[in-house]
């Protein structure tokens, strides 16, 4: 562009930003940029004009065919047919490195999600900020970042204790005693359960014990059970952390509770009025003042989350942290990021995502969920309901900032209707494929894919190249909702290819190429839904 202005070709003006797209329709080339109507406007110039400028000085590449200009004002890039052809066997050579990219350069990457109070099991609602955490760590990964996956465990706070104060009046209450469950507690009927282990672990024991010295026995086995329940019930969705994080540990002495709270009082951020201790988030541009600590002396969740992210950057030092909330945090937000920059820490490095609701239906019928009340359909259920795969595809096929539908007959579904299936089959049509050859004694290893020239089978091959893209675009935007669309679209371009260019055949070295093409599609394939942690099934 420099070089065009030099000629006179282009208006001496601030350049804007050199952008190349997918185009929506067929016969716009692979790729356009609207570089010629974004100068346009700035310029006042015609944009065909400039496009037709800025052509004939683009050095042409190995990989191109042509470059065109289009109405109003685009300049659209095909890429050669033979070299399409070629990338079959670069594919097939990355093999299980297909699709990584070199984003990230080794940068430190905390992603925490999940992070429920261990109260009890989780319900569907936790599965979406689950997966969505787990499919991002295994793109981020991907894209060249040490990615280390954390659950807090809020093991600290009126919730638990709202919660041992359940326990122990469920376990006193199977005991046969007279007892009240308290009013802002855990009714459900998990609870009961839990209180009928005790009894068979421990007996009567803790009714002989100062009631205060018999909640704290009885919430730390209760925790104990809630978190291998947690733990267990995210296994079996396919999601493991390397680390939990111990809220409690941030009030140990000389922690990091105490740390923050001495720089927040230093740089003259906390005051202190009402009995309480305050962020004063207002001098930094907020609405209002955050309290840190209440007036009974407790400190507040919001006091926590400052010390756990003062522990996150400054002493572990993350390079980039991603918090998976849920919807009811977003007010959260705003002032997390003010109390960093009053701990000197760039509030950039914290990217929080917030996940909406969930709604769970049984035909046109909504399940309510509700830890509290009891009325609940946790997570293992779906799971089992539905399958592992389901939940995960399901609940990654809306962008998290999207209220989400789940329905758990189409995930059940054995039919194309079905957007899991319809994924999972293309691959195991592809195994059958690869089997058959195998059985025939094709070796279709030194196959020349010159001879891959059907129009089908370009499309098939230009649909898997796009892996890198969707890679890059999922670690950049933290959106994980493009793998699946991408998954679909990779299956429709496969069912497309397999319906119109007949795989092994009388033509010997026909069959070799598309064996090839066949064999570079089921890494495409393994590589998609590995990246969203499903299975990669070689038979339906």
């Given amino acids: 562009m420099a070089e065009a202005q030099k000629r006179g070709l282009l208006p001496q003006v601030a350049l804007p930003e050199v952008m190349l797209e997918r185009p929506q329709g067929a016969g716009?080339?692979?790729?356009?940029?609207?570089?010629?109507?974004?100068?346009?406007?700035?310029?006042?110039?015609?944009?065909?004009?400039?496009?037709?400028n800025i052509v004939p000085l683009i050095r042409p590449i190995p990989e191109l065919e042509k470059v065109e200009v289009a109405r109003p004002g685009f300049i659209n890039f095909t890429l050669r047919s033979d070299w399409l052809a070629e990338q079959v066997d670069v594919i097939r050579a990355e093999r299980e490195h297909f699709g990584a990219i070199d984003l990230g350069h080794g940068q430190k990457v905390q992603l925490e999600f999940v992070s429920v109070n261990p109260t009890g099991p989780l319900h569907v609602g936790h599965g979406r900020g689950a997966i969505m955490g787990d499919t991002l760590a295994n793109v981020l990964s991907a894209a060249g970042y040490r990615v280390e996956k954390e659950y807090y465990v809020n093991d600290a706070g009126g919730q638990i204790v709202a919660f041992h104060r359940s326990l122990y009046a469920r376990y006193r209450e199977v005991l046969g005693l007279p007892t009240e469950i308290p009013a802002d507690g855990y009714r459900g009927s998990y609870v009961v359960d839990m209180a009928r282990e005790v009894i068979t672990e421990k007996g009567?024991?803790?009714?002989?014990?100062?009631?205060?010295?018999?909640?704290?026995?009885?919430?730390?086995?209760?925790?104990?059970?809630?978190?291998?329940?947690?733990?267990?019930?995210?296994?079996?969705?396919?999601?493991?952390?390397?680390?939990?994080?111990?809220?409690?540990?941030?009030?140990?002495?000389?922690g990091q509770y105490e740390k923050a709270m001495s720089i927040l009082r230093e740089k003259g951020h906390v005051v202190e009025r009402e009995g309480a201790v305050w962020f004063a988030s207002s001098e930094l541009g907020e609405d209002?003042?955050?309290?840190?600590?209440?007036?009974?002396?407790?400190?507040?969740?919001?006091?926590?989350?400052?010390?756990?992210?003062?522990?996150?950057?400054?002493?572990?030092?993350?390079?980039?942290?991603?918090?998976?909330?849920?919807a009811d945090h977003q007010g959260h937000v705003a002032r997390m990021k003010a109390v960093l920059g009053a701990l000197a820490i760039d509030p950039a490095k914290l990217e929080i995502l917030i996940t909406q609701l969930v709604m769970l239906k049984r035909g046109n019928v909504e399940v309510k969920i509700s830890k509290r009340s009891g009325d609940l359909v946790t997570l293992r259920d779906l799971v089992e309901e539905v399958g592992v795969d389901a939940c995960r595809f399901v609940f990654l096929s809306r962008s998290a900032d999207s209220q989400m539908d789940f329905d758990i007959d189409l995930a059940k579904k054995e039919s194309s209707d079905n957007p899991v299936y319809y994924v999972q089959y293309a691959h195991a049509r592809i195994s059958s494929i690869l089997r058959l050859a195998q059985e025939k004694g094709i070796d279709f290893t030194q196959g020349n894919v010159?001879?891959?020239?059907?129009?089908?089978?370009?499309?098939f091959i230009r649909k898997m190249l796009q892996l890198p893209e969707v890679v890059e675009t999922v670690a950049t935007k933290l959106e994980p909702h493009h793998l699946p669309y991408y998954a679909q679209d990779l299956a429709t371009a496969f069912h497309s290819f397999y319906k119109q260019c007949r795989v092994v055949s009388e033509e010997v070295e026909l069959t070799a190429a598309r064996l090839k093409l066949v064999d570079a599609a089921r890494i495409a394939f393994a590589r998609t839904l590995s990246f969203m942690g499903m299975s990669v099934p070689e038979r339906m």
């Fill in 204 to 254: 009567d024991r803790f009714l002989k014990l100062p009631e205060p010295e018999a909640l704290a026995e009885i919430g730390v086995i209760g925790l104990e059970k809630v978190m291998d329940l947690i733990r267990s019930d995210l296994e079996a969705l396919g999601v493991r952390f390397d680390s939990w994080f111990s809220e409690k540990s941030l009030y140990e002495k000389d």
């Fill in 288 to 326: 209002k003042d955050n309290v840190l600590v209440r007036t009974t002396g407790v400190p507040t969740y919001f006091a926590s989350d400052v010390a756990y992210h003062y522990n996150k950057f400054q002493e572990r030092h993350f390079d980039r942290v991603i918090n998976i909330w849920g």
């Fill in 28 to 52: 716009h080339g692979d790729y356009a940029s609207n570089f010629p109507m974004k100068l346009a406007r700035v310029a006042k110039a015609n944009p065909l004009s400039i496009a037709e």
């Fill in 450 to 459: 010159a001879l891959l020239t059907a129009e089908a089978e370009l499309d």
